[in-house]
Nanobody, 127 residues
Framework: QVQLVESGGGSVQAGGSLRLSCTAS????????MGWFRQAPGKEREFVAA???????HYVAPVKGRFTISRDNAKNTVDLQMTSLKPEDTAVYYC?????????????????????WGQGTQVTVSS
């Protein structure tokens, strides 16, 4: 069992930055691939970024060049550094962990392939 706790959400103006962090319980964090998803009001949950167990990263197109995902296996954390934030980035952001090991980016884009989820943290970007 893995428990995930997100932190770092908040409110910023457009163009600002936020850093989200997700701390995982358990002793096998390095075996998991980690992802960030988001869900805006009235919209479906969407993939944002992932970092595999082998540190390969994947991003959804709208955040490429603005968001950076990273992990620290010694601390059991995965971070999402968000810069140049836009109002359309406003959403609840969720951290997720996947046990499966795949090389396809599509695998990590799919929420159903993740086994554990955090409670979410709100990010609000005002114009």
């Amino acid at each position: 069992q893995v428990q995930l706790v997100e932190s770092g959400g908040g409110s910023v103006q457009a163009g600002g930055s936020l850093r989200l962090s997700c701390t995982a319980s358990g002793r096998t964090f390095s075996d998991y691939s980690m992802g960030w998803f988001r869900q805006a009001p009235g919209k479906e949950r969407e993939f944002v970024a992932a970092i595999t167990w082998s540190a390969i990263t994947h991003y959804v197109a709208p955040v490429k060049g603005r968001f950076t995902i990273s992990r620290d296996n010694a601390k059991n954390t995965v971070d999402l550094q968000m810069t140049s934030l836009k109002p359309e980035d406003t959403a609840v952001y969720y951290c997720a962990a996947a046990r499966g090991k795949r090389y396809s980016a599509m695998y990590y884009n799919t929420g159903g392939n993740y086994d554990y989820w955090g409670q979410g943290t709100q990010v609000t970007v005002s114009s």
